[in-house]
């Protein structure tokens, strides 16, 4: 199965071309137009001000310098909460990819469950389960005719390689040492599933994402009343600008708050779904 890369791969040494570059992801694409709409407000709003109103307005700038500090507060406190959501999803799915090579490995390495027509059942298992984990995580199903579709089918596939252990067990191959000993590997695959649907079903909470828009809204907004005076026809580019800044940041919040999906920064799921496979393919072709 071919990888398929999902988040941005970049050289993040090369400067000067990711400053000139314009990935589909990048967030300029996304907030074209509004930035337009943005600048045609404030330009608008100069004009009026500078040669109808000779301004007369009252200049706000204090307020805002004001309400800008307590917004990046916001924002920053927003983005690191997102991150954390992002990298947490990248820890768990690490866990895994460490413990799926601790089971086979501890499998592989007791010449009668190898040697058994179960182990090749467990590899298969084994190899399925983070490709249905990752479909899983994004509200797809698996279409693969031994896994229901009705089900939860990532606890479906740790029933079954449990299911499989149990047999070696009453077997007499594998004795009640053995199977405390392979417990912690098992349970690992309960653990991961059950923190990414945490990440995954529990969103910022409403109220404080809506405020937080329309903070940023209200701010730039009201921003050419308060600077229109220092700035003059050049708050058309300071307002877009800044507008850029802001919602880039929120933007990229809402991106990375969920890091399971299939935008450019959510992680590699299917990647590290197949270094997973073939972590457990090398290791039952090795010889111990």
Known sequence: ??????????????????????????????LFWVIISIAIYSFALAYIEIELLELNFKSTAALHSVLGFVLSILLVFRTNTAYDRWWEGRRLWGTLVNDSRSLILKLSSIPEVRNHLVYEDIKQWMVKYPHV??????????????????????????????????????????????????????????????????????????????????????????????????????????????????????????????????????????QIADVIGANIQEVSETKF
């Open 1 to 30: 199965m071919p990888f398929n890369f999902n988040m941005v791969n970049y050289n993040p040494k090369d400067w000067f071309g990711l400053i000139f570059k314009f990935h589909k992801s990048d967030t300029f694409r996304q």
């Open 133 to 270: 984990l990752a479909m899983h995580l994004r509200n797809k199903k698996s279409q693969d005719p031994l896994i229901p579709a009705q089900v939860h089918q990532p606890m479906f596939i740790e029933g079954k390689i449990i299911g499989c252990l149990n047999q070696l067990k009453v077997e007499g191959i594998l004795n009640d040492y053995q199977m405390l000993w392979l417990n912690q590997e098992i349970r690992t695959y309960t653990e991961v599933c059950g923190a990414c649907e945490r990440i995954k079903n529990t969103p910022i909470p409403y109220s404080y994402s809506l405020f937080l828009k329309k903070f940023i809204f209200i701010y730039i907004v009201t921003m050419p009343y308060g600077f229109i005076r220092e700035f003059g026809y050049g708050i058309t580019l300071a307002v877009s600008f800044v507008f850029y800044v802001l919602a880039s940041l929120e933007l990229i919040a809402e991106e990375i708050e969920n890091p399971f999906g299939t935008d450019a920064n959510d992680l590699e799921l299917d």
